[in-house]
């Protein structure tokens, strides 16, 4: 059972490039989200799903977009990047939501200069 | 605007001691909070939860206070030990089964 699992670790992109998170979970989870946390900042949600085919936006969603195409995986497509993307990118899932203890995964650190 | 605050960014304690960390939110429709433990490089991973319907759970070492009048929320760890030298976060969610909103964390020492 490996989780939630991530890739790339790290990455830097030059502005302007796009670029894919992965994100895959093996607990059969309905739900899956990715965050960013900036220095200093708690988590922000970017984009949420509550089942394949059903994406929801969170707090700060403009300039990514994300796909749900199976219960596994849950891909965070970054366009255009900018050096306001430079964060650290979490992955989580859950059962359920709200109460529900989310699982995260290791995280992706992006640069973008 | 944060609807949940953790004013003390850092937090440092020595071994064998207790540590308290503090969270105040701001949107009465949260009824349900959790803890969760970040180190460095990996993840958060889920500590404690409290329900609005108690004011008190415990795991162990570790127990969260609710005080729905004051919407404050504390966690304690007693005895403190080095290897819950973390960042932890506070986080909420709603009436609704809405997605948590999660604090900035603080970062506690604990000093041997």
């Known amino acids: 059972n490996a989780g939630v699992t991530q890739t790339p670790k790290f990455r830097i992109l030059k502005i302007g490039q796009s670029m894919t998170l992965q994100c895959t979970q093996d607990?059969?989870?309905?739900?899956m989200y990715w965050y960013r946390q900036d220095p200093g900042m708690g988590l922000k949600l970017i984009y949420y799903s509550v089942g394949a085919g059903i994406t929801d936006k969170g707090e700060v969603p403009n300039g990514y977009n994300v796909s749900r195409s199976t219960t596994e995986d849950f891909p965070l497509r970054l366009e255009l990047a900018a050096p306001s993307q430079t964060s650290v990118y979490f992955c989580a899932s859950s059962y359920g939501q709200g109460a529900d203890e989310q699982y995260f995964g290791p995280g992706t650190r992006l640069t973008v200069t | 605007d944060q609807q949940v605050k953790q004013n003390s960014p850092s937090l440092s304690v020595q071994e064998g001691r207790i540590s308290i960390l503090n969270c105040d939110y701001t949107n009465s429709m949260f009824d349900y909070f959790l803890w969760y433990k970040k180190y460095p490089a990996e993840g958060p991973t889920f500590l404690i939860s409290?329900?609005?319907?108690?004011d008190k759970n415990e795991d162990g070492r570790f127990t969260v206070f609710l005080n729905k009048s004051a919407k404050h929320l504390s966690l304690h760890i007693v005895p403190s030990q080095p290897g819950d030298s973390a960042v932890y976060f506070c986080?909420?969610?709603?009436?609704?089964?809405?997605?948590?909103?999660f604090g900035k964390g603080t970062r506690l020492s604990v000093i041997a």
């Open positions: 986080a909420a969610s709603a009436r609704g089964n809405t997605p948590l909103v």
């Open positions: 607990m059969n989870h309905n739900y």
């Open positions: 409290i329900s609005s319907i108690k």
